[in-house]
């Protein structure tokens, strides 16, 4: 039997009593990929990407263990409610424009030390002061820089479009304004090479591409080692107390650690380890998050469908973004339809064994966002099931 085959009893003998659609975790997986990000960061601090979890329990489980320390949160929203929930340090990784939100932070002193907000332009401070609605609490600040790779002099650009601060001298302009202005304090630097720690050096079938896309990385971690460092000394010869500078990501934990000027480690999707994770020379991970949907009809040979199935993750349109059949091994999509919205034919000789109401386990293409598709996760040790826990949508909070 295959380790995949023997996982594919374990679950479902886990879950025997449960009918599908549902959702599980291993936590025995999930735990080893835990280790591996500490092992990987060496002795820097990784902060736990809430999006990639979207679960408060496996935040408050991962966050008990050594090595992890503080949450980068995705909505000013997600951000107070953690930390009315007990979370003591939480950096909101993207700029808000949450009016009421700000007013809540800045009217409350447990709120206002707990939460860090996102900032790369200045309108964004004169819209949360003109949010303050009479709160006069002190405003944690970090600083995003772009870690774009800019090649033939700037045409072109690699790398995601976020924050528009690339050279020292811009953020040391910002860390300027941040510290003219009552109010607020400058705590902390964040850059996330997401062209380095989410694109996959390894896909299967396209050699060229995956060479292409290494060499890629490796000119734009040099790059950006090298101006980082430039900016966190410019920004420290503005405001020397900067508690924290944060960078990295799942598929370039061991590089950015690596830096002398980045104090701790951002990951998230490394604890699940969706599909889009399978293609890395830099880690290999053990598929800890799974949902199975139930078999409903056998159209014929070497055909089975099941009930929905259809969650496409975010991004760019493409193959890449949908969930794969996992267990039983060998199931493929119709091509001429796909994963459906609220049914799915799959393909191949496994089918033959499937009969109605089995389960057949999906992969999902990225992290978090599968947990908006499910009000709970299954946490499975062994061939048990040992606690059922709320997903946010679970708690009925859906932040985006």
Not at 33 to 47: E, T, Y
Not at 244 to 267: C, D, K, L, M, R
């Amino acid at each position: 039997m295959t380790a995949r085959a023997a996982d594919r009893t374990r679950y479902n003998r886990a879950t025997a009593h449960l009918d599908a659609p549902l959702a599980v975790v291993d936590l025995e997986a999930f735990d080893a990929n835990a280790d591996d990000l500490v092992s990987r960061a060496a002795g820097k601090p990784v902060r736990v990407a809430s999006k990639s979890v979207r679960c408060r329990a496996l935040l408050e489980r991962v966050l008990a263990r050594p090595g992890f320390t503080g949450i980068m949160s995705f909505t000013l929203a997600e951000s107070l409610w953690l930390a009315r929930a007990g979370f003591e340090d939480v950096l909101l990784a993207y700029p808000s424009a949450d009016r009421a939100a700000f007013a809540e932070l800045a009217g409350d002193p447990k709120l206002a030390g707990a939460v860090t907000v996102m900032v790369d332009d200045p309108s964004q401070l004169e819209l949360i002061d003109a949010a303050r609605a009479g709160g006069q609490e002190e405003i944690r600040v970090c600083l995003e820089l772009d870690t774009s790779l800019r090649l033939l002099g700037g045409r072109v650009r690699i790398g995601a479009l976020r924050s528009p601060l690339r050279s020292p001298a811009q953020l040391a302009e910002l860390a300027r304004s941040v510290a003219r202005r009552p109010g607020f304090r400058l705590v902390g630097l964040m850059a996330y090479e997401g062209h380095v720690a989410g694109v996959g050096d390894s896909v299967a079938g396209r050699p060229l591409r995956s060479r292409a896309v290494r060499l890629m990385q490796t000119a734009a971690r040099k790059e950006l080692a090298a101006r980082r460092a430039e900016v966190v000394r410019a920004v420290r010869a503005v405001t020397p107390d900067v508690e924290f500078v944060n960078g990295g990501g799942t598929g370039s934990v061991q590089h950015t650690a690596a830096e002398s000027a980045v104090t701790e480690i951002a990951a998230g999707s490394g604890l699940y380890v969706p599909r889009l994770f399978d293609n890395y020379t830099s880690f290999t991970g053990r598929p800890a998050a799974l949902f199975a949907q139930p078999v409903v009809r056998r159209p014929g040979v070497g055909v089975v469908t099941v009930l929905g199935g259809g969650y496409p993750a975010s991004g760019a349109a493409g193959r890449d973004r949908l969930p794969v059949p996992y267990l039983p091994e060998g199931l493929r999509y119709d091509p001429q339809e796909g994963p459906g919205e609220v049914q799915t034919p799959l393909l191949g000789s496994p089918a033959d064994d499937l009969l109605i109401g089995d389960k057949v386990w999906f992969r999902h293409a990225k992290a978090g966002e599968l947990c908006e598709r499910f009000d709970e996760l299954q946490l499975i040790e062994g061939d048990r099931i040992t606690a059922t826990v709320p997903t946010y949508r679970g708690e009925g909070l859906t932040f985006l």
